[in-house]
């Protein structure tokens, strides 16, 4: 006999299935004649390649060619061996401000006090997690540890006026029980001092659909990263395994944008980041861009 526990897992599984994802060949007759209003920025982790750890000048190339791009913000992956004090000179330097950025699991866990320090002093308002340890598969008791973890640090980082994001890759659409741990991950974490920030590439990845997601959760998604995913037959990634050449520039993938970005806007997205990590990065985050400014939702 089915379970009612199981019954409801499998309804939720089908709930968050994958429906048709399109790019550039979706129907214009289909969306409203509007453009994304944003704000949209740079996740500077796109340009990693041209950027050496503790080297000022090379990260002041990455930013000056950021806002050459034309993205007017960024959100940081890290501080590449600079102090925030550091960092921050070379971003109003460049005339680049920095409203997200993001510390690693073992800085919340051992400093977060710096990790407060360093958001205020770059200005961010949004502080992100992006990835949880682990080897071997995502287990639903690392699941349940970290949401922990993210409420005891994100009532202390709002008590800082910071909010503390946690960014998915795909380990956390791994099905426990008939439903992706991410659906755990949100069902244990306080609304009120824990957001998510959507990376709409890893949730494809996973094997569901990011409008459905936010249509589940709109109150709970308040950041986007935007990427997109070459075309081909569905995937169902847990374990961070996809080619980063996956990337393609924005409207050439299989992501439906349009349906994306319009859902987004109806739940009150904070902020927009493209990120690219494929090779051609530096070439992509401007058609990205390009696409962004064009496109009707």
């Not at 409420?151 to 800082?160: D, F, M, S, V, Y």
């Not at 997601?213 to 995913?229: A, E, N, S, V, Y």
């Amino acid at each position: 006999m089915t379970s009612r526990r199981r019954f409801l897992g499998g309804a939720i599984l089908a709930a968050l299935a994958p429906l048709p994802v399109l790019g550039a060949d979706a129907n214009p007759a289909d969306a409203v004649a509007r453009r994304l209003r944003g704000p949209l920025g740079l996740q500077l982790y796109s340009l990693r390649h041209q950027i050496r750890r503790g080297n000022a000048q090379t990260v002041q190339a990455a930013l000056a060619y950021t806002k050459q791009a034309g993205y007017p913000e960024i959100e940081a992956p890290e501080l590449y061996g600079l102090t925030s004090s550091e960092f921050r000179r070379l971003l109003d330097q460049t005339g680049l401000p920095c409203h997200s950025m993001m510390a690693t699991y073992e800085q919340y866990e051992s400093d977060l006090d710096g990790v407060i320090r360093d958001a205020h002093t770059l200005g961010a308002t949004h502080v992100v997690n992006a990835w949880i340890p682990h080897s071997g598969p995502f287990t639903i008791d690392l699941c349940k540890k970290a949401s922990a973890n993210y409420n005891q640090w994100g009532k202390k980082l709002r008590a800082a006026g910071l909010r503390f994001a946690h960014h998915n890759h795909d380990y956390e659409f791994q099905p426990y029980r008939g439903a992706p741990l991410y659906e755990v991950m949100l069902k244990d974490t306080d609304p009120e001092y824990v957001d998510f920030e959507m990376d709409v590439f890893w949730v494809v990845a996973g094997g569901l659909n990011p409008v459905t997601l936010m249509r589940r959760h709109p109150t709970r998604i308040r950041l986007l990263h935007l990427k997109d995913m070459r075309k081909g037959p569905p995937v169902h990634d847990y374990a961070v395994t996809i080619p980063v050449n996956w990337d393609v520039p924005l409207g050439t993938g299989r992501v439906n944008w349009p349906a994306v970005l319009g859902e987004s806007e109806k739940i009150g997205v904070r902020r927009y980041f493209v990120e690219d990590e494929s090779d051609q990065a530096r070439e992509q985050i401007i058609q990205s861009l390009h696409y962004l400014k064009t496109v009707a939702i």
